[in-house]
């Protein structure tokens, strides 16, 4: 698949994920229905509803290209996948059934086991991330493609990251002692590796947890943005793993490869 067929392909899943933003918003302000799942994770019909528009649309434009879905069993017994879309129609579903608005619409194209494209929407901040190349990322503002860069661009001498909790773990807070954090913000959904793709936030770290569809899109825009993305040991991130299970992670800004 060649960079101008990915290229249209985001093109063409953009007003796909704006109008699948719309529909969340709106069967939340309904009143959603909710259950737990087996492994003992909410879902809400908001969350079946995006992952359908999406999958249908992606299936539509790439119809030999396999679906990873978090909300749906099909091919996650496959093995040794090489080419193949992760999705995860609501990211944060515990922020979206409670009215938060830190939840994303997410959607990583991987061609030969690496991120190729992402999309990351977040409705209820209205806003619209993607990318689809190296140097080619993009945060839509007033209809406008803004182009990202990954480089810090307020209070340069300050070191933020972002973390999915308020306790630190020790091995994570070893690394910020590496990089000299000063400032922690709480962020859950991937809408964190749009923040540091934007500049606006300096890194995140992780130890193994959560699945490749939470990280696939997020990790091809930071990417794409000039950003960095690697297990504790500086490993290149692959995807295609058993289970689909994530490795320790480390998100970081151009300003602090």
Same mark, same amino acid.
């Given at each position: 698949?060649?960079?101008?067929?990915?290229?249209?392909?985001?093109?063409?899943?953009?007003?796909?994920?704006?109008?699948?933003?719309?529909?969340?918003?709106?069967?939340?302000?309904?009143?959603?229905?909710?259950?737990?799942?087996?492994?003992?994770?909410?879902?809400?019909?908001?969350?079946?509803?995006?992952?359908?528009?999406?999958?249908?649309?992606?299936?539509?434009?790439?119809?030999?290209?396999?679906?990873?879905?978090?909300?749906?069993?099909?091919?996650?017994?496959?093995?040794?996948?090489?080419?193949?879309?992760?999705?995860?129609?609501?990211?944060?579903?515990?922020?979206?059934?409670?009215?938060?608005?830190?939840?994303?619409?997410?959607?990583?194209?991987?061609?030969?086991?690496?991120?190729?494209?992402?999309?990351?929407?977040?409705?209820?901040?209205?806003?619209?991330?993607?990318?689809?190349?190296?140097?080619?990322?993009?945060?839509?503002? $007033?209809? +406008?493609?803004?182009?990202?860069?990954?480089? !810090? =661009? @307020? *209070?340069?001498?300050? /070191?933020?990251?972002?973390?999915? #909790?308020? $306790?630190? +773990?020790?091995?994570?807070?070893?690394?910020? !002692? =590496? @990089? *000299?954090?000063?400032? /922690?913000?709480?962020?859950?959904? #991937?809408?964190?590796?749009?923040?540091?793709?934007?500049?606006?936030?300096?890194?995140?770290?992780?130890?193994?947890?959560?699945?490749?569809?939470?990280?696939?899109?997020?990790?091809?825009?930071?990417?794409?943005?000039?950003?960095?993305?690697?297990?504790?040991?500086?490993?290149?991130?692959?995807?295609?793993?058993?289970?689909?299970?994530?490795?320790?992670?480390?998100?970081?800004?151009?300003?602090?490869?």
């Amino acid at each position: 698949m060649t960079k101008i067929e990915i290229n249209k392909i985001v093109e063409s899943l953009i007003k796909t994920f704006l109008n699948a933003g719309k529909i969340s918003l709106e069967l939340r302000k309904k009143g959603l229905t909710k259950s737990i799942k087996s492994d003992n994770t909410p879902v809400s019909n908001g969350d079946l509803e995006v992952n359908e528009i999406i999958t249908k649309k992606i299936t539509e434009l790439t119809p030999t290209i396999p679906i990873i879905s978090e909300e749906t069993s099909d091919n996650k017994s496959e093995e040794d996948l090489k080419d193949f879309w992760l999705i995860d129609p609501i990211d944060g579903t515990y922020d979206y059934i409670n009215n938060l608005d830190e939840f994303t619409i997410n959607a990583g194209l991987i061609i030969n086991k690496k991120p190729a494209a992402g999309l990351i929407y977040a409705p209820a901040k209205n806003r619209m991330f993607y990318s689809y190349g190296e140097n080619q990322a993009f945060e839509l503002i $007033n209809g +406008k493609e803004i182009k990202l860069d990954s480089t !810090k =661009k @307020f *209070n340069k001498d300050e /070191i933020k990251f972002v973390s999915y #909790s308020n $306790n630190i +773990k020790p091995e994570i807070n070893k690394i910020h !002692k =590496k @990089f *000299n954090v000063k400032k /922690i913000v709480r962020m859950k959904s #991937s809408l964190k590796f749009c923040v540091i793709a934007a500049g606006e936030y300096d890194g995140y770290v992780a130890e193994p947890r959560a699945y490749e569809w939470d990280i696939a899109a997020g990790h091809a825009i930071l990417k794409h943005a000039g950003g960095g993305v690697t297990d504790f040991d500086g490993n290149e991130i692959l995807y295609g793993k058993k289970n689909f299970i994530n490795p320790s992670l480390i998100l970081k800004s151009k300003s602090i490869l």
